[in-house]
């Protein structure tokens, strides 16, 4: 029982810390800091920059471009990014399909795929939830029929993000529409973005924003070797996907970060000539928002430092739900401090209304999705009522 | 960073647990919080034999030269079970107190009868009309020869009727405050014990020129910071305790909804019920880690007062959520005194208000929440950020 990181551990998080803030463009870790949207290119500069430093995969089977960290380390990897504002490698890469094709993948879809994926030379998006098909995945439809060496896939994909800016989606499909369970009948398949069938339509959210899609596939003809693993068992691999994370799944660095900003926001906001974080109702807001994200922090590195026998800490569930709704407090806390100023979000040029205070409410109204996606916060709390608490 | 227990630290933990569970099982507790002095004797000299009653204190003054960590296990395993033994009270406060202030002669007397189980020493520290000060304000000392005498009202004293010895906070001639030891013997205090809510007692302590042995061998010092960090310390104690408490408000809870059956299904089947249990889930690990994160930084010498105030915070909210939900799930059982549901959230309530409640240090937080840019929980050593 020892609080204080190891001398080669803290050394780590000194390397971590210098390379991210001095190591990726200033101009990038400014538009994070300043929650504008990156550009594509500025998703794939980062990629490559981290990349080229084996700090885009680390989690990776070693012969794919992994490090063979601790999972403390790779906390301390993905924290150190948040903080330093760097945009992390895409997770849809790195985290999602990356991870299943070096599990489950030929050699040849390895070869093919990991370097690309790791590089971002490919764009990965995800091809999951359908308009049917939600919290309650495996009742998804979109069908694949074998026909000779294709599949040809038809169906209807959504909430598919950044799909715009994507080369190709993983997908899960319905192969075997018989098979007595719902969850049994599926396959995890690589389609090209490209490939004739395939319409990409934007949807628009309420914060104006674009970056989620619908995904329509028309008679779209795949070749067989795309399929992944087994047939029917893409469940099995999503599960796997979904499942076996354990680091990053509280965003702890990403809030940090945001309460800092607020801080100095309420420095700088004045109310009748006195600063706004002199306000003790405020004040009081910060201080509990801040030690709920230490317990949330702490309860991160429980989870992370915890050794034994490979198996999850019990508490890893309650990362998500905790951590997304902390986010969420902490945008709301920002729209609250711009107060009046959180109105004037459509300001251009000549506005006196400071950019943070623009960007405050579609960032707040944006963010209300990180309690639904990956998992609402009712699956979590399903979760943690059945598999831990017996209910 | 090792968040793991030891083996010699599992085995304590086995050792308490085993003891306090086979005290209080049934309806044993109600038993004895139901007579005087409020807590098992025998227990009480059961916990000396283990040395739990000397953990923290140095082994030249008698004690087991154990740091807080035990301390932690200990307390949490009395919470557990919700044991009325006073350890925090009597060890982490009053203990900490002679430890940190006293002369070698008074540690080597007092905590060495503490450790043996022969000294039941509470603090009277808190004065009506004070609100978790870490100063004394209106209960003077005077000199008187070579000795002192101290005048005015303690209260409310946890354990303050049974005890042996008394440490009581006083104003000094000069200003300041400082400690006293006070023996309740003929020329003692005026003392009225009584029950309080959750099984405990405290009592009334009235000083009319009773004399007392100045704590420590400098009469001009202010003990008010050795008296905030003594407190501190405690509140990490407590924050276990809770974290103990609230443990098993949970399990009880889970296990009900899983057996009470209405509308003939088990009430587990209700998705309205089992959402509820899972935050209760929620606010115990939270809590959980913010006691430990406070218990190392103690142990690495940082800023204890400081990390015991976030600590008070997190176990107070999820005290409050927890033994709320933990009856309200329960239903109208969870109202009697029969059944122990109702108990764990009146300890809660009573560990909440000892010390400084959750909004108590929230205040304080609030207070610097300007002086730094982030909580980096893992700077070392913790230096109040």
Same mark, same amino acid.
């Given at each position: 029982m020892r609080l204080q990181l190891s001398p080669e551990t803290a050394a780590f998080r000194e390397e971590m810390r210098t390379f991210f803030t001095t190591q990726v463009p200033q101009e990038i870790r400014d538009t994070v800091a300043a929650r504008r949207h990156l550009t594509r290119d500025q998703y794939v500069e980062t990629q490559r920059v981290l990349n080229a430093a084996?700090?885009?995969?680390?989690?990776?089977p070693r012969e794919w471009g992994?490090? +063979?960290?601790?999972p403390l380390q790779r906390h301390i990897w993905h924290e150190e990014m948040q903080l330093a504002c760097v945009p992390p490698p895409l997770a849809f890469n790195v985290s999602m399909v990356g991870p299943v094709i070096a599990a489950f993948g030929s050699q040849e879809q390895k070869e093919r795929f990991l370097p690309p994926t790791a590089n971002l030379d490919i764009w990965w998006c995800q091809g999951f939830s359908e308009p049917d098909a939600g919290?309650?995945?495996?009742?998804?439809?979109t069908s694949a029929v074998r026909d000779g060496g294709d599949w040809v896939v038809n169906g209807q994909k959504t909430w598919t993000t950044l799909g715009q800016y994507a080369d190709w989606i993983f997908c899960l499909v319905?192969? =075997?529409?018989?098979?007595? $369970? $719902?969850?049994?009948g599926i396959s995890f398949l690589l389609v090209p973005? =490209?490939?004739?069938?395939v319409t990409l339509r934007p949807i628009e959210l309420i914060d104006g924003g674009h970056e989620v899609n619908e995904v329509f596939f028309e008679d779209v003809r795949v070749p067989a070797?795309?399929?992944? +693993?087994?047939?029917?068992?893409g469940w099995d691999y999503a599960k796997f996907l979904l499942g076996?994370?354990?680091?990053?799944?509280?965003?702890v660095g990403y809030t940090k970060r945001l309460l800092a900003q607020a801080k100095r926001h309420a420095a700088e906001v004045e109310v009748d000539g006195e600063p706004?974080?002199?306000?003790p109702l405020l004040a009081a807001r910060i201080a509990e928002l801040e030690n709920e994200l230490l317990a949330l922090e702490l309860t991160a590195l429980r989870v992370v430092a915890?050794?034994?026998?490979g198996k999850p800490h019990?508490?890893?569930?309650?990362l998500k739900l905790r951590g997304t709704e902390l986010q969420q407090a902490a945008t709301e806390l920002v729209v609250d401090i711009a107060?009046?100023?959180?109105?004037?979000?459509g300001a251009g040029e000549g506005?006196?209304?400071?950019e943070w205070a623009r960007v405050a409410t579609p960032s707040y109204l944006n963010y209300r999705k990180a309690s639904i996606y990956g998992g609402s916060n009712e699956v979590q709390r399903t979760i943690i009522a059945g598999s831990i608490l017996g209910l | 960073m090792d968040f793991d227990y030891d083996d010699e630290q599992a085995a304590l933990r086995e050792a308490v647990s085993g003891l306090l569970g086979r005290a209080y099982t049934g309806e044993h507790r109600r038993t004895v919080t139901a007579?005087?002095?409020?807590?098992?004797e025998k227990t009480w000299a059961r916990l000396a034999e283990m040395g739990v009653l000397g953990l923290p204190f140095a082994e030249d003054d008698?004690? #087991?030269?154990?740091?807080p960590v035990e301390v932690a296990i200990v307390a949490e395993e009395i919470g557990r079970v919700l044991a009325p033994e006073p350890f925090v009270e009597v060890v982490v406060l009053a203990g900490g107190l002679v430890a940190a202030v006293g002369t070698p002669a008074q540690r080597g007397e007092v905590l060495a009868a503490i450790a043996e189980g022969g000294c039941v020493a509470a603090v009277a520290? &808190? /004065?009506?009309?004070?609100?978790?000060?870490p100063s004394a304000r209106d209960v003077r000392a005077t000199r008187d020869g070579d000795g002192w005498r101290l005048a005015g009202v303690k209260e409310p004293v946890v354990q303050g009727a049974r005890a042996d010895l008394l440490v009581v906070s006083a104003v000094l001639p000069g200003g300041g405050t400082g400690l006293f030891l006070v023996r309740p013997?003929? /020329?003692g205090p005026a003392r009225t014990g009584y029950r309080t809510h959750d099984g405990g007692r405290a009592a009334r302590i009235e000083l009319t020129g009773t004399p007392a042995e100045l704590l420590g061998?400098? &009469?001009?010092?202010?003990?008010t910071a050795a008296v905030e960090r003594a407190q501190a310390e405690a509140r990490i104690a407590y924050g276990h305790e809770a974290v103990g408490a609230m443990d098993t408000a949970l399990r009880t809870t889970a296990q009900y909804l899983r057996t009470r059956k209405q509308f003939g299904v088990p009430? &587990?089947?209700?998705q309205s019920l089992t959402f509820r249990t899972a935050d209760m889930y929620v606010s115990l690990e939270l809590a959980r880690s913010t006691a430990l994160w406070a218990t190392l930084v103690q142990d690495a010498g940082g800023d204890v007062v400081r990390a015991a105030d976030r600590a008070r915070l997190q176990t107070s909210r999820a005290g409050r959520h927890i033994g709320h939900e933990a009856i309200q799930l329960h239903?109208?059982?969870? #109202?009697? &005194? /029969?059944?122990t549901i109702g108990h764990y959230t009146s300890r809660l309530t009573a560990i909440d208000h000892l010390l400084g409640d959750g909004d108590f240090a929230l205040a304080r937080l609030a207070a610097v929440?300007?002086?730094?840019e982030t909580v980096d929980p893992l700077g070392a050593p913790y230096t109040g950020g």
């Open positions: 084996g700090l885009a995969v680390p989690h990776w992994g490090r +063979g960290w601790t919290s309650d995945l495996a009742s998804l439809r319905r192969t =075997d529409p018989t098979a007595e $369970k $719902k969850q049994r973005m =490209d490939a004739p069938g070797e795309n399929l992944v +693993g087994e047939e029917n068992r076996n994370e354990r680091v990053g799944v509280a965003p706004l974080a002199r306000d915890h050794s034994a026998d019990p508490a890893s569930s309650v107060g009046p100023l959180a109105v004037a979000s506005s006196e209304v400071p | 007579a005087e002095p409020g807590f098992d008698g004690g #087991m030269g154990a740091g520290h &808190a /004065e009506p009309g004070t609100r978790w000060s013997d003929a /020329e061998d400098d &009469a001009d010092a202010d003990r009430l &587990a089947r209700f239903g109208g059982i969870g #109202m009697t &005194a /029969e059944y929440t300007g002086g730094y």
